[in-house]
């Protein structure tokens, strides 16, 4: 983190926000004054916990059918209750702000034209699946699953199973069916909407075998829904109803069913490289509350907006994408290839669609600037107001080629936070400026800090990511632990109490913080602690180096130094220059005790599904695991990406 990095973009006083707003109304609400953002998130996170929450719920409307009694039961983890009494849905708050005569959801797809739905056509949509799904006999509380791409179908089938309070959970058709079942098969759903194929890039990819594999493999599933994309022959059997023959199409008001402000509304998962995926369970009402305030205050986000963020539908980021309409906005979905149209296709389409809300994961900025693009010159990008990353931590140069390059004027908001919430804890706001390299600031209501080894806080060093008090969206528990042992022991061990989120990330005085990488996956070498994404801004802003993982493997002899590995996917081949200067360049901007010892090439890097790199595993395929005991194939990006790096370890690790 630098002590004077330079600023990028600051607030514009005379333009009005949403957060303006809402500042105002809490200061009337509490009779006193917030001379800045970080006080108003101080108070909102100490003291006023509480009636900051409950100022959310009122500034927002929220519509329920019975009041609450409390506001939080506890402040202190886990155990704490939101909004105690009161009974609402998500469904409903999806659909309330849609107006009947504008777009509320537009699809660009590779695999058939773009579609559009305007608010009334999607609630005669909604309707018409929902009386599906009641004829199926989908009860409160019976799950709904989802292997689907990005497209209208997706959003409506959940929504639809959200407005009778049974639970959705989804997976991306890129998933193979292994990785399906490991998550579908925890939670047993009653029907399943599926999707006979997809096209990526430059083929056809058919689904309809894994659709036969998923079904024999899902007992409890009694209704199939067949989505028909390749427009192949569908797949024939007893339960399989097409999409468009699903429901009655005389259904053309919504019916919601009221529930608990805890009652499920979707099941999301964990990254499942190692062991089953974790089955995370979020609430109706805590999503409400955390999405409208991250989208409606930080992301000044409102329905004038059209909003475009690329992700799958196994990734959290479609969850929050699909929230936009919580306010209002209009939803732009893109399903497949993110390049199919060339490397600027997502701001070809940006421009076309009008974006004003544009997001995307941090290594596909990056890539951008590294294929020195130039959108901002060469579309019509005047309506984007705002960008966001996620997924990894953004590094400094991309940050300047997003303002050079994209847009001088849009609000840039790096956010970090989790499937674990299926919100953020840090990223831009409207009234924060924007630091190159780091994240503005922590997200209201979010008690977020870093503390050492011992559980005291530090500031302008590294430290553990925690959370310190509860916050609505973390999660209702894990489905199936009934006793809530996992939950607990996966974000409250380390700390008793207190929210490990797994993460290295170091605050400066003025709020802003940078994400180092996973605390789990710490590079410590004689004794300098640095998180992986350090080691990968440096060693990815060397010339011809497209990406990279890096592994620590310790000595087992007491060598504090242990072994550096470096893997690179890099141009033209990796040879003594670019070696030399990889360690040149570590050397001089990290340090000298973190030049790798080894360096070898992939075409690829191993990442999960949602472009995760598998550091964890790679280690222990080094220290001699079997790549299939370590990492779940279906999983993967590239099923194949870790067979290299066994015959690496096979070679040089193993002799």
Request: charged share 20%.
């Amino acid at each position: 983190m630098l002590s004077n990095p330079a600023v990028l973009w600051e607030p514009d006083p005379e333009a009005p926000t949403n957060l303006e707003v809402f500042t105002r109304f809490c200061s009337e609400r509490e009779g006193r004054t917030f001379n800045d953002y970080l006080e108003l998130w101080k108070w909102s996170t100490t003291d006023g916990l509480e009636n900051f929450w409950e100022a959310v719920w009122e500034w927002f409307d929220i519509a329920a059918s019975s009041p609450y009694t409390t506001v939080l039961t506890q402040r202190t983890m886990p155990g704490a209750s939101w909004f105690v009494g009161a009974r609402l849905n998500y469904c409903e708050h999806a659909l309330r702000h849609l107006d009947d005569d504008r777009e509320a959801l537009v699809a660009i797809s590779q695999s058939r034209q773009r579609q559009q739905l305007n608010g009334g056509e999607l609630r005669r949509e909604v309707a018409r699946v929902r009386s599906g799904l009641v004829n199926a006999g989908v009860g409160i509380g019976d799950r709904v699953a989802g292997y689907l791409p990005n497209t209208i179908e997706a959003v409506i089938a959940f929504l639809a199973a959200a407005s009778i309070g049974a639970i959705w959970t989804s997976c991306a058709p890129e998933f193979g069916v292994g990785a399906v079942l490991d998550r579908f098969g925890q939670v047993s759903p009653t029907v399943l909407f599926v999707v006979d194929g997809y096209r990526y890039g430059q083929r056809n990819v058919d689904r309809r075998d894994e659709i036969s594999q998923l079904r024999a493999g899902l007992p409890s599933v009694t209704t199939t829904v067949l989505v028909t994309h390749l427009g192949a022959d569908r797949t024939d059997g007893d339960g399989i109803v097409p999409w468009e023959d699903f429901g009655e199409s005389s259904a053309e008001h919504v019916t919601f069913e009221p529930v608990a402000v805890d009652h499920p509304l979707y099941i999301l998962y964990s990254s499942g490289t190692t062991g089953l995926p974790k089955p995370i369970v979020h609430g109706h009402g805590t999503i409400v509350l955390e999405h409208l305030k991250v989208l409606g205050l930080h992301a000044d986000m409102r329905a004038s907006d059209r909003f475009m963020w690329f992700t799958t539908t196994g990734w959290m980021m479609w969850n929050y994408l699909v929230s936009g309409l919580l306010v209002g906005a209009t939803i732009v979905m893109v399903d497949g290839d993110p390049s199919f149209d060339g490397p600027d296709t997502l701001w070809k389409i940006a421009a076309e669609e009008r974006v004003t809300w544009f997001g995307s994961g941090a290594p596909w900025f990056s890539a951008c600037r590294r294929a020195q693009l130039t959108p901002g010159r060469d579309f019509d990008l005047s309506t984007l107001r705002a960008i966001g990353s996620t997924g990894a931590p953004l590094p400094p140069d991309a940050f300047r080629w997003i303002y050079d390059h994209v847009s001088p004027t849009a609000l840039l908001s790096p956010i970090s936070g989790g499937t674990d919430v299926c919100s953020a804890f840090v990223g831009g706001n409207p009234a924060t400026p924007v630091w190159e390299g780091e994240i503005p600031a922590p997200y209201l209501g979010c008690a977020v800090a870093a503390w050492d080894d011992d559980g005291n806080p530090v500031v302008g060093s590294q430290g553990e990511l925690v959370i310190t008090k509860p916050m609505p969206s973390m999660p209702v528990g894990f489905w199936g632990d009934d006793d809530g042992s996992r939950y607990r022991s996966s974000y409250f061990e380390h700390f008793p109490g207190v929210w490990r989120h797994g993460d290295w990330v170091t605050f400066s005085e003025r709020g802003s913080c940078v994400i180092s990488g996973r605390s789990d996956a710490t590079l410590n070498r004689g004794g300098v602690r640095v998180g992986t994404a350090e080691i990968y801004r440096v060693v990815e802003s060397v010339e011809r180096v497209i990406d990279s993982l890096v592994v620590h493997l310790e000595s087992v002899d007491g060598d504090d130094q242990g072994l550096l590995v470096l893997f690179v996917v890099v141009e033209g081949g990796l040879d003594d220059e670019l070696r030399a200067s990889i360690a040149t360049t570590v050397r001089r901007d990290l340090s000298p005790r973190h030049v790798p010892d080894e360096i070898f090439e992939l075409e690829s890097v191993p990442t999960t599904l949602s472009g995760k790199k598998l550091e964890l595993p790679v280690k222990r395929i080094l220290r001699g695991a079997r790549a299939d005991d370590v990492a779940s194939r279906d999983s993967l990006k590239d099923p194949t990406s870790l067979e290299p790096v066994t015959r690496i370890a096979e070679q040089r690790f193993r002799r």
